[in-house]
């Protein structure tokens, strides 16, 4: 593909994974599955649009995704599910991710355009801060203040407080890392105005992984946060509040629920271990396998994992789990890509993978990530780290330009 064309498929991309996070509180079934099939198509496009010019790519990575995309297609060839209908949704979704990740690797070589999308996601994912919080205290569970959720809150475009956390646990890394390579005072403030956010949104999980990434940025960067820092991020936590987060950790039983759910998994893998159900099909299933009743229904395991190795089996599990560590050094030496790992732990006590809003930027990351990996370009800052971060590896020294 001319590599003239290479900034508009990554602004294509991200305008897509913008359009997928705004849409994500839908839940009426036929639009929900309208706008799902608008970004199927969208990306399903652009990364055949990719294929012939990029075919030598491949190497771990892109198998382990190659896998995930065509294994709810075999399990269909093979009559391997209970559900086609529910089993052809979720391949499609599937396929879409893995494109998603092909596109961004084939679009985002050049240093310049990676950096764009990164400052794009960071002023996104800071923006999306500001209104969720301000969505959460004054709308009593409206999205953007018209649409009833029908939740008694929601955050920003997202109906849950986990969902919201996992969003920012992608875009926090990106803007210490920018505040750092750029030094600028306003990324610093769009990483407080998210660590404040994500504090706020009570979610247990997510104020860990939060605050891990922020100490292993600073870790890996090898500098102390500053004062003004310190001091802006208290504040924004003050004001964004974080009572809920202190209650909700109190709970004497944290995992009421997801613990029975996890057993009923378990129940369910030890029946199927190598082919599983079908992808897509834990919600029909599930039933037969309940421990309990709440009286609402349990359409996800709360565990990804443990979902994909009941409607996949144990295989299609591992599959993820070469994805996850394939992208564990990357994600380390970029700084940026921290979120990939934070979601993938994530995923043992929730399901971020479930949704276009969410995972269209985990899987535009991971492809960015390749893109420094297979690319004619390593890892690069947008300006050179200055010596006292101690960064040496290859991953953060600027290169040229290649010719196009």
């Known amino acids: 593909m001319n590599t003239f064309l290479r900034p508009l498929s990554a602004a294509a991309l991200f305008l897509m994974c913008v359009a997928a996070t705004l849409t994500i509180w839908i839940r ?9 099939m608008g970004f199927e198509c969208g990306v399903l496009a652009l990364g055949a649009a990719w294929c012939l010019p990029a075919w030598t790519r491949w190497h771990v990575s892109f198998a382990a995704l190659s896998a995930i995309s065509l294994w709810g297609f075999v399990q269909l060839a093979l009559g391997a599910t209970v559900y086609r209908y529910a089993t ?15 596109i961004a690797a084939c679009s985002l070589e050049r240093n310049s355009t990676r950096t764009a999308l990164l400052r794009g996601f960071a002023w996104f994912g ?26 008694p809150d929601a955050w920003g475009p ?6 919201f956390a996992e969003f920012l646990e992608l875009a926090l890394p990106v803007a210490l890392w920018l505040s750092a390579t750029e030094d600028r005072a306003l990324y610093n403030l769009m990483a407080a105005v998210m660590l404040a956010a994500g504090l706020a949104s009570a979610s247990r999980a997510g104020a860990v992984l939060l605050a891990l990434e922020t100490i292993a940025v600073f870790g890996i960067l090898r500098r102390r946060p500053r004062w003004q820092w310190i001091a802006a991020t208290a504040a924004c936590v003050a004001v ?44 029909t299933v599930y039933p037969a396998y309940a421990e309990f009743d709440s009286g609402t229904l349990v359409d996800h395991a709360h565990n990804d994992w443990l979902e994909w190795a009941s409607e996949g089996g144990l295989p299609f599990a591992a599959v993820w789990a070469v ?37 269209a930027w985990v899987f535009a990351l991971i492809g960015a990530l390749l893109a420094c990996r297979s690319g004619r370009e390593e890892f690069v800052q ?5 010596s006292r971060f101690g960064i040496g590896t290859s991953c953060n020294q600027p290169r040229t330009e290649p010719r196009p």
């Not at 009426?28 to 799902?36: A, G, K, L, N, W």
């Not at 947008?382 to 200055?386: E, H, Q, S, W």
């Open 28 to 36: 009426s079934p036929f639009v929900s599955r309208v706008v799902s």
């Open 382 to 386: 947008p300006a050179p780290l200055p």
């Open 158 to 163: 997202f109906l849950s407080r986990n969902n």
């Open 126 to 151: 800071f923006l999306v801060s500001i209104f969720a919080v301000l969505e959460y205290y004054t709308s009593s569970g409206k999205v953007f203040w018209f649409f009833p959720s029908g939740y």
């Open 88 to 102: 052809v949704d979720a391949s499609l979704r599937f396929a879409a991710l893995a494109s998603t990740a092909w």
């Open 240 to 283: 964004a509040g974080a009572g809920e987060l202190g209650r909700r950790i109190l709970q004497p039983n944290p995992l009421q629920y997801r613990r029975e759910m996890a057993h009923s998994a378990l129940s369910m893998i030890a029946d199927h271990p190598w082919r599983g159900f079908g992808l897509g099909t834990f919600e």
């Open 323 to 359: 994805l996850a560590l394939s992208m564990l050094r990357p994600a380390i030496r970029s700084v940026w890509g921290l979120g990939i790992p934070a979601i993938f732990l994530h995923a043992l006590v929730d399901y971020p993978f479930a949704r276009f809003g969410l995972t």
